[in-house]
């Protein structure tokens, strides 16, 4: 009777770790997968309240919700507040390109932003989380 080589034991042991570090790398890596824009920085809004004037120029993302709109004009936009904590509201700029989509208080959004010369926070793109 041939006598069973132990290898195999070894080879499916090898496997099944090897398939499970490839599960938990991709849990981690793809956990983020639904943020979008994570290529930008995030925006420190004490940043941009201390001085918006150093950040022209520059584009970050931040997620927030929908407070108040604050003014409304058809060939530029709304101003509008939102809210990326308790605590804190930044002005945002909803160019006119999104006139069509409904920002309603209390809806949550991830912004693409630029500040602009001025300093004013602009939106280059959003998306409703």
Do not use: C
Request: aromatic share 8%.
């Amino acid at each position: 009777m041939p006598r069973r080589n132990k290898s195999s034991h070894t080879h499916w042991t090898v496997l099944a770790a090897v398939v499970s570090i490839a599960v938990l790398g991709s849990l981690i890596f793809f956990r983020d997968g639904n943020t979008p824009y994570r290529a930008l920085p995030e925006l420190n809004p004490k940043d941009y309240q201390t001085n918006a004037n150093s950040l022209r120029g520059n584009v970050y993302r931040v997620q927030g919700e929908v407070d108040t709109q604050l003014e409304w004009s058809p060939s530029l936009g709304r101003l509008i507040s939102v809210k990326v904590d308790e605590n804190t509201a930044l002005p945002v700029l909803v160019t006119k390109e999104f006139n069509g989509v409904n920002l309603q208080k209390g809806q949550k959004f991830n912004f693409m932003l630029e500040v602009d010369q001025n300093g004013i926070l602009i939106t280059k793109d959003l998306k409703k989380t």
